[in-house]
């Protein structure tokens, strides 16, 4: 069996503030020290589920969080950017399954630890007008491959929006959210004691599970917090401009909309 692990930071159990997850931060390397642990314990579990063939894809800020040198040695890694498939990069036809670690919920969710949509310029997303976040967004990648998203780690919120934005999976919560920096934590061993059983039904319904696609043409919509970050996207030919703040993607190819989504968010980097 082969897994894919998309891994981010904000969703992991011990970390509820901004600062941790900027690498400028004094507290940003033991944040990383707390993402790599609870990865490595996804693939403990992974591998006493039979799981032999494991790839991880470093999937936070400048994506170069985990240390190959702390990462389990039963799991390759994806690490850096620029990946043209962002917190998707290396995902194939060739996976039973997609594990996303650590993850948040999407721009505007309330009692979230660190809700956004892959950057702070960006107020909604909508794909053929349901709103997403980088859940939906990141499965629908998967599922271009005719992959399932299996299970999903993170705060109570994210478990939330995971189920109206994905296929039917399992939700492992990991931490409660009071509010955008505040949670209730649990030492480790409870978290891992959740873990554990999550991934044990992950891979024991595996099979049951179904990818999460979009067929037909795509419209993907994107609003930004404001009016120039609009503009300076809607110079891109086949961009369609709907409001002030708000511009069209449109093609019949879910990775082709994908990749000209990451081209806009570089021109407002």
């Not at 609870?38 to 063939?53: F, M, R, S, T």
């Not at 505007?108 to 660190?114: F, K, R």
Request: hydrophobic content about 40%.
């Amino acid at each position: 069996m082969k897994i894919y692990i998309s891994a981010d930071m904000e969703g992991i159990s011990s970390i509820n503030s901004g600062d941790e997850t900027y690498r400028e931060n004094k507290k940003y390397p033991a944040a990383c020290r707390k993402m790599v642990k609870e990865v490595n314990k996804v693939i403990e579990y992974l591998q006493a589920e039979g799981v032999n063939e494991i790839l991880v894809n470093d999937s936070h800020g400048d994506m170069k969080n985990i240390k190959r040198s702390e990462l389990s040695s039963a799991a390759e890694l994806i690490t850096g950017n620029e990946k043209s498939l962002s917190m998707m990069e290396g995902i194939d036809e060739s996976f039973d399954g997609a594990i996303f670690v650590g993850y948040h919920a999407r721009a505007g969710t309330s009692e979230a630890i660190l809700d956004h949509t892959y950057t702070g310029k960006i107020h909604n997303i909508k794909v053929n007008g349901k709103l997403m976040g980088e859940i939906g967004i990141n499965a629908r990648i998967a599922g271009y491959f005719s992959v399932p998203v299996i299970a999903v780690t993170g705060d109570q919120s994210a478990i939330r929006t995971a189920k109206s934005e994905i296929n039917d999976h399992i939700g492992i919560i990991v931490k409660k959210s009071l509010g955008r920096e505040c949670a209730i934590v649990s030492d480790f061993s409870a978290v891992a004691k959740k873990i554990k059983s999550g991934i044990s039904k992950a891979i024991s319904q595996i099979d049951e599970f179904k990818p999460t696609m979009e067929k037909g043409e795509i419209n993907f919509d994107v609003e930004f917090s404001k009016s120039i970050f609009a503009e300076r996207a809607a110079v891109i030919p086949g961009i369609e401009k709907l409001d002030t703040r708000t511009i069209r993607i449109k093609d019949e190819d879910y990775i082709d909309v994908f990749k000209l989504f990451r081209a806009v968010i570089n021109i407002n980097s």
